[in-house]
């Protein structure tokens, strides 16, 4: 079983819609993280958490939001999607330097 | 200025090639650095890990130069499954890390 899993692992959804997504860990991991990655921007965070009702912004967060349910779990929101968050997101978690990254969710706001 | 920078590529080379990428960081509180391997639609996982004192592994050799803010990953005999992105990341204090946009390289029979 993979130890950091992302749902959905693709979405299509259309402008202003609310979406949500999932992420969770089976590293014990307290620190995790959520990017976005553009085609030649790399990868760029929008929020991060090093425990459980820590929340701190990323370089990106306007249009994001998170929620730190518990240690494992992570989410990710987009309160009213818009074309430009069309993207590829990816979560991380992390104990020390080495990040580790779920498989990723490719969504496409329409 | 990005923060950390890299030739996009594409690298094509043949089979058993040596190839080469750099990557400069402007921030020269960064603490270490870290080459991470991205295969099409797929996760960037850790290659390897680069200090002061470089580091290899087998066919893969990274160095560090802080002098003048720059690291590289060296590959020898290139194979065909070297084929990837390869992603030039910063540790900054913060347990931040600071990704380059990517280098791909393409290996050819």
């Known amino acids: 079983d993979a130890d950091v899993t992302q749902t959905p692992r693709n979405r299509i959804t259309k402008t202003g819609k609310r979406i949500m997504l999932e992420c969770s860990q089976t590293?014990?991991?307290?620190?995790m993280y959520w990017y976005r990655q553009d085609p030649g921007l790399g990868l760029r965070l929008i929020y991060y958490?090093?425990?459980?009702?820590?929340?701190n912004k990323g370089e990106i967060s306007d249009g994001y939001s998170v929620s730190r349910q518990a240690q494992a779990k992570f989410s990710l929101s987009l309160e009213s999607a818009i074309p430009n968050q069309t993207a590829l997101y990816f979560c991380?978690?992390?104990?020390?330097?080495?990040?580790?990254f779920g498989p990723g969710t490719r969504l496409l706001v329409l | 200025r990005k923060e950390v920078e890299q030739d996009p590529g594409p690298f094509n080379v043949p089979e058993g090639a040596t190839v080469a990428f750099n990557c400069t960081y402007s921030?020269?509180?960064?603490?270490?650095f870290f080459w991470y391997r991205q295969d099409c639609r797929k996760e960037p996982k850790l290659l390897m890990s680069?200090?002061?004192s470089g580091n290899e592994d087998g066919r893969f050799t990274a160095q560090l130069n802080r002098a003048s803010q720059y690291i590289s990953l060296l590959i020898r005999d290139s194979k065909l499954s070297d084929s990837a992105t390869y992603l030039c990341?910063?540790?900054?204090?913060?347990?931040?890390?600071?990704f380059g946009g990517g280098t791909r390289l393409m290996v050819k029979p």
């Open positions: 991380a978690t992390s104990s020390s330097e080495t990040q580790y």
């Open positions: 590293k014990g991991h307290d620190r």
């Open positions: 958490s090093f425990d459980v009702k820590d929340i």
């Open positions: 921030n020269s509180a960064s603490q270490s």
């Open positions: 680069v200090y002061s």
């Open positions: 990341v910063a540790y900054n204090a913060g347990n931040m890390l600071t």
